[in-house]
């Protein structure tokens, strides 16, 4: 059955699913309903931003998160989405701000897999806009928040790489077994 009116956390829930499914249609109108039953859910305003992008609506999801953004100044989420959405329209220096903000409010705030995508993403952004300082910065966090995985050492080798540093690169993705 589908959720009570009333019930904004049963249709956020209901949407993450659909949304998983690939339904972006369907998750689209669950994040519709959650929000308006709660307004103020930074995870289905997040759900609706993805399900807006998922269904080629990029330029009407930049804009929600541009929104969410201002209106949610203290969220890292808020500015995650900010973040991603300008960086699928290749607003690299633009997208990497926004996520500059998401890192320093997101220790308390996001789950492991945000915090995983925030900091590849981050590396990524700082990486296109040469950036390199920070980008080793950002590797080094990824690596604090999932120490010795392949992920986070893979990135590190791919700013050690930025670098010029192919020695240590080397040892980086040998010592993960890439």
Known sequence: GTPKDDDSASWLYLGQALHARERYAE?????????????????????????????????DARELAAKMAK????????????????????????????MEKSSDLAAR????????????????????????????????????????SPFAILMSARVSMAGGDFSTASTELRRAGL
């Not at 209106?71 to 701000?97: C, I, R």
């Open 71 to 98: 209106d949610y100044p203290d969220s890292a989420l808020a500015w995650f989405m900010h973040g991603s959405t300008l960086a699928n329209a290749q607003q690299l220096k633009e997208a990497q701000v926004a």
């Open 109 to 148: 705030q996001l789950n492991m897999e945000r915090k995983v995508a925030l900091g590849a993403a981050l590396v990524e952004l700082q990486l296109s806009n040469r950036d390199l300082a920070k980008a080793r910065a950002s590797a080094d966090v990824l690596g604090r928040v999932v120490p010795n």
């Open 27 to 59: 998750s689209e109108r669950a994040f519709r309903r959650s929000l308006a039953t709660d307004p103020k859910s930074l995870n289905a305003m997040a759900g609706l931003i993805e399900s807006r992008v998922a269904q080629g609506e990029a330029a």
